[in-house]
């Protein structure tokens, strides 16, 4: 049965520091791998996601992310965080060919002036 | 942009009452979703659909029904509402056949309070 992982539930960062949210999935056959970012009152939007092909995946607002397949691991990053990155970060996994999305529980961003 | 909505946003209603959750998408997508989220928890799916007449229950059991009249609509349904179903509802939709491959977009989400 597939899952995900997200290490840490609150993550805070310094305005113009790097941003490194953890995710580990698991899964039997080659995943989908998704990031979704969620402001407040609002609801989920896709940054990035990784399909086939090349491993490191670039998303929307400068984050990207890196399929491990060794490390089952799907770690979003942004060399330089805004204050407007402040939200809530959700990791997903999907089987190919599965539409049902399976959710991390998140991980809220906290930017630091 | 995806377009996709939900009404109401925010509803606090007491025990006991029915409710109906709207949503409804623009971009012709023949499947949508409805999730249920608590704070700090996954998004749990909890019913899907197919197309028009078609239903699924999700991997978290509710209390809720769905129908699919028409692709653009598909309402959630609580027949007498208590404290528990006291949530955030999330409902999306994916066109995979579009070549986003289970790409889904959501909506702003229903913040349901039951007194």
């Known amino acids: 049965a597939q899952s995900v992982t997200q290490l840490g539930s609150h993550v805070s960062v310094s305005e113009g520091a790097l941003v490194l949210l953890r995710c580990n999935y698991s899964s039997s056959v080659p995943p989908y791998l998704f990031w979704y970012v969620q402001y407040p009152n609002q609801g989920l939007q896709l940054l990035l996601k990784y399909t086939t092909g090349a491993t490191l995946v670039k998303g929307i607002n400068g984050f990207e992310a890196e399929f491990k397949k060794s490390e089952t691991s799907f770690h979003l990053t942004k060399p330089s965080a805004h204050m407007s990155d402040a939200a809530e970060y959700f990791c997903?996994?999907?089987?190919?060919?599965?539409?049902?999305?399976?959710f991390g529980k998140g991980t809220r961003l906290h930017i630091l002036p | 942009e995806a377009d996709i909505y939900q009404t109401p946003r925010y509803l606090v209603i007491g025990t006991g009452k029915k409710i109906t959750l709207e949503c409804s998408q623009t971009m012709g997508h023949d499947k949508m979703y409805w999730y249920q989220q608590d704070p700090g928890m996954e998004l749990h799916l909890i019913h899907y659909s197919y197309g028009v007449n078609s239903t699924e229950k999700g991997d978290l059991s509710s209390e809720s029904t769905v129908s699919r009249i028409r692709t653009e609509h598909f309402p959630l349904t609580l027949e007498s509402a208590r404290p528990s179903h006291t949530s955030q509802y999330l409902c999306?939709?994916?066109?995979?056949?579009?070549?986003?491959?289970?790409?889904?977009?959501f909506g702003p989400g229903t913040r349901l309070t039951v007194l």
């Open positions: 999306a939709s994916s066109d995979p056949t579009g070549g986003d491959l289970d790409e889904q977009f």
């Open positions: 997903a996994v999907s089987d190919q060919g599965d539409d049902k999305i399976i």
